[in-house]
């Protein structure tokens, strides 16, 4: 089974604080995601990544930025945490190319800025 | 841009009772469509996906879901609930290769009535 794993369930920081959402997925897949989750909104894709050193900004990605040193790991960062980015975080990964788009979801990071 | 829509925020149905949740998608070529389930406090697990062929797709869970392409629709439907299918059910959208991330709806929120 593909595992994805994200470092924390829950986090609280402080406004301006730096955050770093790390998120590890172990089936050797090209493509990862992240996505914040608000109610009523669903998903909004934040940044994504289809190879190492390689991003692309998603619909939100203000605010935000992201790091891809290795191919199983790719982190999101809020370089300065604002109270409007609390929200649950989820990362996720698939396989590149052909018929092969499916999605696999880690746990989520509930994050909330005091 | 593609987009989709769930039309229903919040679903009843009382357990043993059939189920459909509608979606409907926007989409300028052949999509990928997928529905989601997330259980409360969980990550999204992947219920089932039509790539092409069979409009009729089986999932996980006894769900089934049927591609009208007419209709635009992804409607997902379930003859007999259990109260362990309450949960959010969000469909999705993607394309060919999956690198550029899935659209998704805003979700709806099923509740089972003993």
């Known amino acids: 089974d593909v595992k994805v794993t994200q470092s924390s369930r829950y986090l609280v920081k402080r406004t301006g604080e730096k955050v770093f959402l790390e998120c590890v997925q172990d089936?050797?897949?090209?493509?990862m995601f992240w996505y914040r989750q608000d109610p009523g909104l669903g998903l909004r894709l934040i940044y994504f990544?289809?190879?190492?050193?390689?991003?692309e900004k998603g619909d939100i990605p203000e605010g935000y930025s992201v790091s891809r040193e290795k191919k199983e790991r790719f982190s999101l960062i809020l370089e300065s945490a604002s109270t409007n980015q609390t929200s649950m975080y989820l990362c996720?990964?698939?396989?590149?190319?052909?018929?092969?788009?499916?999605?696999?979801f880690g746990p989520g990071t509930r994050l909330t800025v005091l | 841009a593609q987009s989709v829509t769930q039309p229903d925020i919040h679903i009843t149905v009382s357990e043993g009772a059939s189920l459909e949740l509608r979606c409907n998608y926007s989409?300028?070529?052949?999509?990928?469509l997928f529905w989601y389930v997330q259980s409360p406090g969980q990550g999204l697990q992947l219920l089932l996906k039509?790539?092409?062929?069979?409009?009729l797709v089986q999932g996980i869970k006894g769900f089934e879901a049927e591609f009208k392409r007419s209709q635009s629709s992804f409607n997902l439907r379930k003859p007999s609930v259990h109260w362990s299918d309450a949960a959010e059910y969000f469909c999705?959208?993607?394309?060919?290769?999956?690198?550029?991330?899935?659209?998704f709806g805003k979700g709806t929120h099923l509740i089972i009535q003993p």
């Open positions: 996720a990964s698939s396989l590149a190319g052909g018929a092969t788009g499916t999605q696999y």
């Open positions: 089936m050797d897949h090209e493509n």
């Open positions: 990544s289809y190879d190492v050193k390689m991003k």
């Open positions: 989409y300028g070529a052949t999509p990928y």
């Open positions: 039509y790539f092409s062929g069979d409009t």
């Open positions: 999705a959208v993607g394309e060919i290769g999956g690198a550029d991330g899935l659209t």
